[in-house]
């Protein structure tokens, strides 16, 4: 196949790691990805906040007619107690993968016991770390090491495939480096490994890898093609750690957002109602004309509040999902057209 006939690169193709230029893109990731889940919460309440004041002040809407008022109040109830009816249908959603039989927990058991032994194995070392990032990041140098000595063993083949697999490797190790500085700056936690993860495209790297293998399969040295299959071994743990990881974070957030929703509910409802009570009076609302927009505007916050959670939660899981969708060197988010790599039927023939 003529894969030195095209100067296209065999870079990654995905996620872009490293410095994001842009206070907007700064502020999009912050707000998707790295902000704390009750801060994004809090900025939605405010915005909330200041639109009601903002149409009140505009004379678009009005908070002196009782009826309009304690019908908004009526749904909001409604609207509260079907959201905490469906995050606890939720919550013992995640609460039933948790039941097991004992053959199925030891199963998951010794799963995770190969995988860090394989880990361990790989990076030479006694025993795999504990922490999720230093997990990924004992990963991520093993990646690194495996192309730096897969380029060496290549140095004294032919050009074209020095050139397509140096190419290759000088692209894994840079992307390497990035993610190692990343998960350096990152604490323990198993969401700053799944942040870090996401970022770094193990997937296209082992689609290239797998292509280089089987393209030159008849050119490569055995130590060469040996050292290939080493880096595809370590390019799939990695990306066995970062599914594990994400599994274990989404388990995690959404029973956290499942406990700040109810704690949210009974305040939620509590608000609703005393925006009904401030018009029970015949005679008008019982506070002063002059403060009520800004009390009721206080109360619909309050009694929205639950949703603000649910949007920062569901942002940031949706997110980390749609970003680490792919299985393998299956890259769904990928263009047809994109890559180096043009194949038709029969090729080989």
Known sequence: MGSAETDETLESYG????????????????????????????????????IVVGLYELGVVSFTNPNSVTRVASGMIAGTFSLVTLVVSVNQLILSQEFTTANKARDRFDGVVEFRRNVATEAGIPTAPAAPTRVLELIIETIRHDAVTLADIVSDHDEEVRHRVLQYTNSVEERAEEVSETLDKAG??????????????????????????????????????????????????FNVAREQFKTTYLQRELTRFSQLTIYCGVPSILSA????????????????????????????????????????????TATVTHRTASVGPMIPQKDPDEGPFDVTYGEER
């Open 273 to 316: 109602i005393l925006i009904g009570l401030l018009y029970a009076n015949v005679t008008g609302p019982s506070i002063n004309v002059a403060v009520l927009p800004y009390v009721v505007s206080v109360l619909i916050v309050v009694v929205l509040s639950p949703l603000a959670l649910l949007v920062s939660y569901i942002l940031r």
């Open 188 to 237: 323990i936690s198993t969401f700053s490994a799944v942040s870090a993860a996401i970022h770094y495209d193990e997937a296209w790297q082992l689609y290239v890898a797998t292509h280089l293998r089987n393209d030159y399969a008849d050119s490569l040295s055995p130590a060469a093609t040996d050292q290939l299959e080493e880096l595809i071994g370590s390019l799939k743990l």
């Open 15 to 50: 996620a872009d790691v490293g410095t994001r230029e842009g206070v907007a893109t700064r502020f999009r990731e912050w707000f998707l990805i790295r902000g704390n889940r009750l801060g994004v919460a809090a900025i939605v309440s405010v915005a909330v906040f200041v």
